[in-house]
């Protein structure tokens, strides 16, 4: 599969709307989810907007495919800046789990190709959080799973 040019993707849209003080305005692709915890998703940024602020419960790793990816990565203890980088088109890393971050596309959006590996329990990958560090949401092996069946 060419994940650049291949039309027959399905895209799970978010969009918050005023919900949020900052731009949310992203998109999913779940390329391949399996029992063993194993899952790859693809994820495309609009340009200049964010992804829900979020800390990483499972073992991941990324590349960027197309566009900058632009990460600030905050201290959920203080909820201060620990500081900023951007990422361009081949870059890649590896992350393990408690990872605490925001994640923007840069000016022409951003398209990153995510290998995420949760194999305890219900699979958790990913918690949506609120400023203070609180949980929104968690998305979980387990409902991915129970979706694609």
Request: include cysteine; glycine fraction near 8%.
């Amino acid at each position: 599969m060419n994940l650049l040019k291949n039309t027959n993707l399905k895209w799970k849209h978010y969009n918050e709307g005023d919900k949020f003080d900052y731009p949310i305005n992203y998109s999913e692709s779940i390329l391949d989810a399996r029992e063993d915890g194993r899952l790859e998703i693809l994820v495309k940024w609009e340009p200049n907007c964010y992804c829900h602020f979020h800390r990483h419960t499972a073992e991941i790793s990324s590349v960027v495919l197309e566009g900058e990816l632009h990460v600030t990565d905050i201290d959920i203890k203080t909820g201060k800046e620990l500081g900023k980088r951007v990422r361009v088109v081949g870059d890649f890393v590896h992350k393990e789990s408690g990872d605490v971050h925001m994640e923007q596309g840069g000016p022409n959006g951003a398209l990153v190709l995510f290998n995420i590996y949760a194999p305890e329990g219900e699979g958790k990958l990913a918690e949506s959080l609120k400023k203070d560090g609180s949980v929104i949401s968690a998305s979980t092996m387990a409902r991915i799973l129970r979706k694609r069946k």
